[in-house]
């Protein structure tokens, strides 16, 4: 892992606090006063007009924009170059800023509600400051007197002890661990931002790599998404070299034929013993979604006790062979041949090695004639 500094770059200093108006108000007057720009990141689309009255109340002579992915375009393109051109000192916005134009003249992030986002999110917006050889802030609050949960605290806490470069690395690892489960191997939309599972955190440690280096990002591929609530990851107690594991990880994702886990399987108990049931479970489903990607499946979501599987195009060889599934799903199956092609199974069973079985067999009689 790469963990040396651009020239005349410095970490991001970050500061994970209740949210407290006079430690705002200090951040946004000293970065005005230096001749900066603040990012202030608001969540939520609606509400965010009543959030620039507060903030110009709360912040007089400060000039506040706001920028969110349900503007037009043009009315979008208008307020971020207004604000590239130093029209507004705060940019009030959603997590739209997540990627973009580099701003070098922003370095302070504010983050409201940071608990209610994932850790490798928080990474990302935090990315979006330091950007030039000045010292950067980034202030990530949660709401005065809240109880966190468990897992938000893990990853407030993350986000605050990982801020030198190379921690990309770190943070997928951290997020995968916490995580453990969903969409580990696929994709959700949320408006204009693509949050993504596993193969965002391998992109992560592949842009800080190039962007060290100079190189351009690579243009990426979206493939079928797997969200479907089963434990899918590697233990760091059955592998504990962080590197190794995600090399691991990487050629989990990339596996492209039965005989290639066969291999991975083999390797794995050579190396460090009983393969566990859920790196298993992440085996089967990367085999699981390379077949369904062979066959134009946009997505597979357990939503309840349904699989709802959304086709992105239909192709006539799949919906004939969707014949074959009356005899082993009889009763338990509907298509939807709407605009967006999909059909939902009901499932009989919790079981995770049952729910993969059935899924499983499904794509295989929808891939193979």
């Known amino acids: 892992v790469i963990e040396d500094p651009p020239e005349e770059r410095h970490p991001v200093r970050t500061y994970v606090l209740e949210y407290d108006e006079q430690v705002i108000k200090d951040a946004v007057y000293r ?13 939520r689309v609606k509400g965010i007009e009543g959030k620039q009255k507060k903030l110009l109340d709360m912040l007089p002579g400060v000039k506040v924009g706001v920028a969110h992915g349900q503007m037009s375009e043009r009315k979008l393109e208008d307020q971020m170059n207004a604000f590239l051109k130093g029209e507004f000192d705060v940019l009030l916005c959603t997590t739209i800023i997540e990627s973009g134009l580099d701003m070098p003249n922003v370095n302070t992030l504010i983050v409201e509600n940071a608990d209610k986002m994932g850790l490798a999110q928080l990474y990302q917006l935090r990315g979006r400051v330091g950007r030039s050889n000045r010292i950067a802030y980034a202030y990530i609050t949660y709401k005065k007197d809240m109880t966190l949960s468990p897992i938000a605290e893990k990853r407030l806490e993350a986000i605050r002890e ?81 590197s190794t594991r995600i090399e691991l990880y990487k050629r989990i994702v990339a596996l492209g034929s039965k005989e290639e886990a066969e291999d991975i399987v083999d390797e794995l108990i050579d190396r460090f013993g009983d393969v566990p049931e859920e790196t298993h479970n992440l085996i089967r489903i990367a085999l699981l979604r390379k077949m369904a990607n062979d066959i134009k499946i946009k997505s597979i979501e357990r939503k309840s006790r349904q699989m709802v599987i959304t086709f992105g195009d239909m192709n006539p060889d799949v919906f004939r062979r969707m014949g074959k599934l009356t005899v082993p799903f009889k009763g338990r199956f509907l298509f939807d041949a709407g605009v967006k092609p999909s059909l939902v199974l009901k499932m009989q069973d919790k079981n995770e090695k049952v729910i993969l079985d059935e899924l499983e067999n499904l794509i295989r009689l929808l891939h193979d004639d």
């Open 162 to 242: 990982f801020t030198d470069f190379g921690s990309g690395f770190k943070i997928a690892m951290r997020d995968m661990e916490l995580r453990g489960v969903g969409n580990l191997l696929g994709y959700e939309q949320h408006g204009h931002i693509d949050v993504v599972g596993y193969d965002t955190y391998v992109r992560l440690l592949d842009e800080a790599i190039r962007e060290v280096k100079g190189e351009k990002k690579e243009e990426t591929v979206n493939e079928t998404a797997v969200d479907i609530n089963v434990n899918a990851y590697i233990d760091k107690e059955y592998i504990e070299n962080e």
């Open 31 to 43: 970065e005005i006063a230096r001749g900066g720009q603040v990012f202030y990141l608001y969540n």
